[in-house]
């Protein structure tokens, strides 16, 4: 019980204490949108929640329920929100231009960036063909001291009479 009290203490403090509270458009503190019309777009447009009609000469609450304001209302060209420069029309093909604009340099960075990767797993650089250069001269170096290891090996069974035979090298060593 004493919960629910407490609860029910709280919650309407809550209210007065959140920011921004006291600033929506049913509040008696900020005067209502239509209070503008006839007025100038400037001070109509001071409410970020207010839509200005050039062609009526009219404030009015912007449609939040659907994202562009329709027709009926006020046309695409007549209507002002946020500045008054710039009417709601040119503002959406501004966004939509932008939007574009970022989309399009996107993709070239990813077209760029795999086509910079696949090229250089493609063709090796210069780095890669000098270690690859470097690794054969090693391979040949390796194999010319092989060789001249193998001859002289060669002289030496050769010189102690241990070469055996190139036609019959399994043949049964004999003692003389």
Known sequence: ???????????????????????????????????FSFKSCEECLKNV???WCNAKNTC??????????????????DARWGVCWMNFEAFIIAIAVIAGLILLSIAVCCCYCCYC???????????????????????MQSFQRKHERKMKQDEIRKKYGLLQDSDHPYSRFENE
């Open 1 to 35: 019980m004493d919960a629910m009290r407490l609860c029910a203490l709280w919650l309407p403090g809550l209210t007065l204490i959140r920011p921004g509270a006291g600033t929506g458009p049913g509040d008696p503190a900020v005067p209502a949108c239509s209070n």
């Open 49 to 51: 929640s207010c839509l």
């Open 60 to 77: 009015m609450d912007y449609p939040v329920r659907s994202i562009l304001p329709s027709s009926s209302l006020c046309p695409l060209y």
């Open 117 to 139: 990767r696949s090229r250089s797993r493609g063709i090796p650089d210069e780095e890669e063909e000098s270690l690859a250069r470097d690794r054969e001269e090693r391979r």
